[in-house]
């Protein structure tokens, strides 16, 4: 095989997705927001941890929300305008959610799209408010590696998770859990915060459930430690 024909190297896509994060930190703060980062050997350590695929998708996703980002500043909509971010970034990428979730979205509501991995593939610029875990582990960890909860509620919480991507739920309902705390894990800010899901809508691809939004409420945000 040829130099030019190699198959990409670990290195290059955690080169790539190091670039992009910075990129994708950009828009945050055009957004009026702000992101951490974990310093760059931490960063190295955790990118090559994760498998390629999980790389190569990763790129992926943003690549196509920052190309969304750029259509949304094109057009002089607001990149706090969550409901149109939002459709604008399923219709990029091909998934069919379900109409009336766009309806449910409120101006200060926190909106988090996640795969059937549970791994963040979306979330809008709300979500930026409430945390200070960094922007690489945002796109590389599930949510429950990132955050803790009393482990009835995340209990709870997995077994919505099931019911939506195992294909038994496919419209938009109300979870059955209360408002409770979450804790974020081993960042440098460990915020801590009050959060209800108001809404859980499946996303579906060729008519199979591809994971699922949530739509969030928060409040009485602690910081423990400075930001």
Not at 9 to 25: E, M, P, S, T
Not at 47 to 74: C, P, Y
Not at 76 to 84: G, I, V
Not at 189 to 215: A, D, Y
Request: aromatic share 12%; proline share 4%.
């Amino acid at each position: 095989m040829s130099p030019t024909q190699r198959k990409p190297a670990a290195q290059d896509f955690d080169a790539k997705l190091l670039l992009l994060f910075k990129q994708y930190a950009d828009y945050i703060q055009r957004a009026g927001k702000s992101v951490g980062f974990l310093s760059d050997g931490h960063a190295r350590r955790l990118l090559g941890s994760l498998k390629d695929d999980r790389k190569h998708l990763a790129i992926n996703q943003l690549t196509n929300q920052m190309a969304v980002f750029d259509e949304v500043l094109a057009h002089s909509e607001k990149l706090t305008d969550s409901p149109k971010l939002l459709w604008r970034y399923l219709n990029k990428i091909g998934y069919r959610p379900c109409a009336d979730i766009f309806d449910k979205i409120e101006d200060n509501d926190v909106v988090e799209v996640y795969g059937s991995d549970q791994i963040h593939i979306f979330q809008n610029f709300n979500f930026f408010d409430w945390i200070s875990i960094p922007l690489e582990q945002i796109l590389s960890l599930t949510w429950y590696e990132n955050t803790k909860r009393d482990a009835e509620i995340q209990k709870a919480l997995f077994r919505e998770a099931y019911r939506v991507i195992s294909g038994e739920v496919k419209t938009t309902f109300s979870p059955n859990v209360p408002w409770h705390w979450i804790e974020e894990i081993d960042t440098v800010g460990l915020h801590r915060f009050e959060i209800q899901i108001k809404w859980v809508s499946p996303i579906f691809s060729n008519h199979q459930t591809i994971g699922f939004i949530c739509v969030n409420e928060c409040r009485n945000l602690i910081r423990t430690r400075p930001a």
